[in-house]
């Protein structure tokens, strides 16, 4: 038999990909990455757009700092910088001075909502004890394969209260839990948009744990990258080069190439093919079922494809406006615009985005985060302009009219303006929309989605699917990691670093 090409094939750099890479390399594994695009990082990257350096998501990241994986890859001697985001939020009303901050501390939290709605306080204290011991359950399950064994030892150090809410929150909806947590209907109203990350209103069933994002912050710190998202990818792949692993950018994987139930290698879009007997798709593993393998895709993969329900407008500005009636002071904020401002249209505005884009419409009252990452990190803009990234939630991937018309963008433009001081409309200088079908076109992902994993953890601990929750594929040597796989979306790289264990035990 000929010497493969390399020990590892992984298929797509995207954070979650780097890091696996980055495991096998440094545990002496000869490996390889193929990424479609010029450059690393995928939805973790910042470009060069509208003449700045641009995020492709948002770039505050959580969750990753609550892993190992910064510390083990020593990514801050790669030159990996982060800036503290506190507060991360400010939660905006129709009415300006209602206002509040979220803090990475509950009680300031509490004491900004008591400033604006005294009433709201306890209720948020309440909701916080019940949740935070869940979200720090939430981040400890994540850091290790959700074997039985694992999960159940994570279950025993954060004990049985914690374990029995998040079960029973998991199959609530988000408005149950914090109406049985007591919460205030004002701080109901704003914490329910968390569902939304999720392409969902706060009413639907089973999106009672979407409340812990605001817990989650509690726990750990917030953080920006300096130099923006792609600052984390470039990190990782500058520590996978000091471990001999390689990165071949602007070419696709088309084929995974399986003999005899085990996997070959790959099949490159150049023509080309790589030998490796161990494949990792770290992309949407939609494509690796349906076009990369042969044969029928597994059960679990819903035959009508999830489609994508958000998009991000990113916005060149030729001076920082303020927001409309804000006294930020009053909450000891110095600059309200370090945290990402929340523009929600309430309970039931959500229900009514989510059934506009389900008929193939686009609210112009939609939820919307907005991100001023020039206000932290100076390199990103030119001298004299200023960037905002616009998130916009409940956006069709099959707009009825498409998505090249300019309309939509400049409707969003107008909403978000209603809360920004009357000048904002005439600072906007450059505008970019980047859209659910430039998702696809672009990242890989079918119809817009971006990949998430569904099951919660009990599916996770039961192994369902077992591809997604074991990072084992149904052939021998390919394995899957990513957002679509335990524990899911975000800047997370638990799941990179989780596959790379799997792979690793494997060849134990
Ligand atoms: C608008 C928006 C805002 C967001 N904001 C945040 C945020 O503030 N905080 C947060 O934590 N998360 C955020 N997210 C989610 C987060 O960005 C993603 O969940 C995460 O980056 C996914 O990482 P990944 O490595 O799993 O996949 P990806 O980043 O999708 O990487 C997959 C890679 O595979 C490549 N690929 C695809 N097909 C092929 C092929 N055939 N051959 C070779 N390569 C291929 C792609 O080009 C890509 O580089 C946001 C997402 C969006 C869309």
Redesign the pocket.
């Known amino acids: 038999m000929t010497r493969p090409d390399f020990d590892a094939v992984v ?9 696996a890479a980055c495991y096998l390399a440094r545990s002496g594994m000869d490996v390889l990455v ?4 010029d450059t ?6 910042t470009v060069d757009a509208l003449g700045a350096r641009v995020n ?9 700092r609550s892993t190992p994986i910064i510390e083990e890859l020593d990514l801050v001697a790669q030159g990996l910088t982060y800036v503290d985001v506190d507060p991360h939020h400010l939660y905006l009303s129709g009415d300006p001075t209602a206002a509040w901050f979220g803090f990475h501390d509950v009680e300031q939290t509490a004491e900004s909502l008591a400033i604006v709605h005294p009433g709201a306080a306890a209720g948020y204290r309440r909701l916080m004890d019940r949740a935070l011991p869940v979200a720090r359950l939430v981040l400890d399950l994540a850091c290790e394969v959700p074997t039985p064994g694992a999960s159940l030892k994570a279950l025993g150090r954060h004990g049985v209260s914690a374990v029995s809410t998040m079960l029973g929150w998991a199959r609530r909806s988000a408005l149950d839990v914090l109406a049985s947590a007591g919460a205030d209907d004002v701080a109901g109203m704003l914490l329910a948009g968390a569902p939304s ?1 999720w392409g969902l209103p706060p009413r639907h069933p089973r999106t009672g744990l979407a409340v812990l994002s605001a817990a989650v912050r509690h726990a750990v710190m917030p953080g920006r990258p300096v130099g923006g ?1 792609g600052a984390l990818s470039g990190s990782i792949a500058s520590r996978l080069a000091s471990v001999g692993g390689k990165v071949r950018c602007g ?4 084929s995974v190439l399986v003999e005899s139930r085990r996997v070959r290698g790959v099949g ?2 150049d023509g080309s093919v790589i030998e490796a007997p161990v494949v990792v798709c ?3 593993p939609r ?1 690796l079922y349906t ?2 393998l042969a044969g029928d895709p597994p059960a679990w993969l819903e035959a009508k494809p999830p489609e ?1 329900f ?3 407008l990113d916005v060149v500005l030729d001076r920082l406006p303020t927001y409309l009636g804000l006294d930020a002071e009053r909450h000891g904020v110095t600059d309200p615009l370090v945290p ?1 401002g929340v523009v929600s249209p309430g309970v039931d505005g959500m229900a009514s985005a989510h059934a506009t884009m389900l008929g193939g419409e686009m609210a112009t009252d939609t939820v919307m ?1 907005a ?1 001023w990452p020039s206000v932290t990190d100076r390199s990103l803009v030119a001298e004299g302009e200023h960037l905002l ?1 616009l ?1 916009v939630l409940f956006t069709p991937y099959g707009l009825r009219g498409g998505w090249d018309s300019s309309a939509v963008a400049e409707r969003w433009l107008e909403r978000f303006a209603r809360v920004m001081d009357p000048g904002f409309l005439d600072s906007v200088r450059r505008w970019r929309l ?1 859209s659910p079908v430039d ?1 696809e076109s ?4 079918s119809r817009g989605f ?3 994993f569904a099951g919660g953890a009990v599916s996770a601990l039961l192994g369902r699917p077992r591809e997604l929750t074991r990072y084992r594929a149904s052939v021998d040597g390919l394995y899957v ?4 796989t335990f524990p ?6 638990a ?2 670093r989780n596959a790379a264990s799997v792979v690793l035990a494997d060849r134990a």
């Open positions: 298929a797509g750099a995207g954070h979650n990909g780097l890091i193929v990424e479609a695009r690393v990082g995928g939805l973790a990257s492709i998501c948002m770039c505050d990241h959580v969750m990753i990350t998202s070419v696709s994987v088309e490159l879009s770290a992309a949407d494509r076009e990369w994508g958000e998009a991000k990402t985060y991100n990234g998130e980047v998702y672009g990242f890989g992902l971006v990949p998430s990691t990513g957002g679509a899911g979306a975000g800047i997370w790289g799941s990179g």
